[in-house]
């Protein structure tokens, strides 16, 4: 996946250590951290199965583009729900778009059905993509994620504890 979209590059290396030192002040368990990291590393595994040019959209995307991007969750549930090794992080790598008000992707879960380290891989993802150039848009400083951040735990879309564990981790 990192070598699909060369702007983010290192992006599931940022993502997990992210979440990792979050889920770590958040006090989850051993066994829940190193399923979160392995979660992280492997969450846009499904990018591969949408086509690069998609990736590399100099604009918005289109809707049918969207949906196309979109379905990269699903392709990283169903490869690693397929692999022994890998079948217990799929749940929580596949949740990484999912938001607390029922609006994310790809099945549109409630707050009620996101476990914490799936909580945190989402707000983990948001703060290292805004951070991240990217074909339709630069990079946003880490004041600005921050603040992108907490209006979205604000709005009710990301767990505003683990906001805030996030940008601790980041050192904000």
Do not use: C, N
């Not at 951290?33 to 100099?58: C, F, K, N, R």
């Not at 949906?67 to 397929?82: D, G, P």
Request: hydrophobic share 50%; aromatic share 4%.
């Amino acid at each position: 996946a990192d070598l699909q979209l060369p702007a983010a590059r290192g992006h599931s290396r940022r993502v997990a250590a992210l979440a990792t030192a979050a889920g770590a002040a958040l006090g989850l368990p051993p066994s829940e951290l190193e399923a979160l990291s392995l979660a992280a590393h492997l969450h846009d595994i499904g990018q591969v199965a949408v086509p690069t040019p998609i990736w590399m959209t100099p604009r918005a995307f289109r809707p049918t583009e969207q949906e196309r991007a979109r379905s990269h969750v699903y392709f990283t549930e169903r490869a690693l729900a397929s692999a022994p090794p890998f079948s217990a992080v799929a749940p929580i790598a596949a949740a990484h778009h999912e938001r607390l008000d029922g609006q994310g992707y790809h099945r549109g879960l409630p707050q009620t059905s996101l476990g914490r380290a799936a909580r945190i891989l989402a707000v983990a993802d948001v703060a290292a993509a805004l951070g991240e150039d990217r074909p339709h848009r630069p990079a946003r400083g880490e004041a600005a994620v921050g603040v992108e951040l907490r209006a979205m735990a604000k709005a009710g879309a990301l767990d505003p504890e683990v906001v805030e564990a996030v940008l601790r981790a980041m050192g904000l």
